[in-house]
């Protein structure tokens, strides 16, 4: 009776130590996530490695190490550790969810898929794993597929908004234009707020030549839920530039630039957009930014 008694105060001492020890690799990670923050990546990553090197068998801890490591760059040991956890405890989604997005990031969608099936498999009435695996199966060109998974989701859950946007922007890319706008109008009859929604159904409503009243319509309330939207910026700028309205696309498209400088297809429209308004001076410049960009960087010899 002694001995059983000892053993049961050695485990709760194990149980014990292994809790602050998990609680002090949380509390590491969190302090690696402000340096971050603040620019201070390699001390993050030291920090990160630390906490590897400790091989702690807690899923949430593994979890909150790969986001760690995904966000220094290391995709590797970010990847690492996403397995980890979802081997710990493989019926949690948001771990498998995690994994899903860094396979897809690495182009490695049948990666994604396989391990997908089989979180389906456990876990079969999980919405956003369905909707994860749509996704993987568009990524790996399975786009019949990938459409028949999203159509599926809808008919399963009639009352959530992202299964008809993923599948009305993916019938809307295969030609399937009426199907795609029927599907978006339902999103947005569903959630209002909803920009991505509001943004795939202006272009599906252009490719299916709807007036382009319409179509600006749903780029502006795009913006109006979220003004730093680059992308509904820019096509609103282009129908406008398509109604001659130049003055407002030009600031439209400025607008989209400042919010990312990354979409230079932005300089070639405002180069289009000062050439029709005389400002030949001010098209040139555009046209250099835009043709900049598109140079392929130079290497320089060591």
């Known amino acids: 009776m002694l001995i059983l008694l000892l053993l049961a105060i ?3 001492g194990l149980s014990a130590d292994q809790g602050t020890q998990a609680s002090k690799a949380a509390e590491v990670l969190q302090d690696a996530k402000v340096l971050i923050q603040t620019g201070q990546v390699l001390r993050a990553r030291q920090l990160a490695e630390q906490v590897r090197n400790q091989d702690f068998p807690d899923a949430s801890i593994q979890n ?12 590797p040991q970010a990847q690492a550790a996403y397995r980890r956890s979802v081997a710990l405890d493989p019926l949690n989604e948001d771990y498998c969810l995690d994994l899903v997005s860094l ?3 690495l182009d490695q969608p049948h990666e994604a898929l396989s391990l997908l099936r089989g979180a389906i498999g456990r876990l079969p009435n999980s919405y956003p794993l369905r909707l ?3 996704t993987a199966l568009e990524a790996s060109g399975e786009k019949n597929e990938a459409l028949h998974i999203f159509e599926q989701a809808t008919q399963k ?3 959530r908004a992202p299964a008809y946007v993923l599948y009305g922007k993916l019938a809307s890319l295969m030609g399937k234009t009426e199907a795609a706008v029927r599907a978006l109008r339902k999103a947005v009859q569903i959630d209002r707020t909803d920009a991505r929604a509001r943004y795939h159904l202006g272009l599906a409503q252009r490719k299916a030549g709807r007036p382009n009243r319409e179509c600006l319509e749903e780029f502006r309330k795009a913006i109006e839920i979220d003004p730093h939207y680059s992308l509904a910026r820019f096509e609103l700028a282009k129908g ?3 109604e001659n309205r130049l003055s407002e696309a030009v600031a439209e498209y400025q607008r989209t630039l400042k919010d990312d400088p990354s979409l230079m297809q932005a300089h070639y429209r405002l180069y289009e957009s000062y050439k029709k308004l005389g400002l030949e001076e001010k098209a040139q410049e555009e046209l250099k930014a835009f043709r900049t960009s598109q140079e392929p960087t130079k290497i320089r010899p060591m």
């Open 132 to 134: 994860a695996l749509g």
């Open 103 to 105: 396979l897809l990031l």
């Open 157 to 159: 859950d009639p009352d």
């Open 64 to 75: 909150e190490l790969g986001k760690v490591f995904e966000s220094t760059g290391d995709l």
């Open 10 to 12: 050695e485990t709760a």
């Open 240 to 242: 406008l530039e398509r």
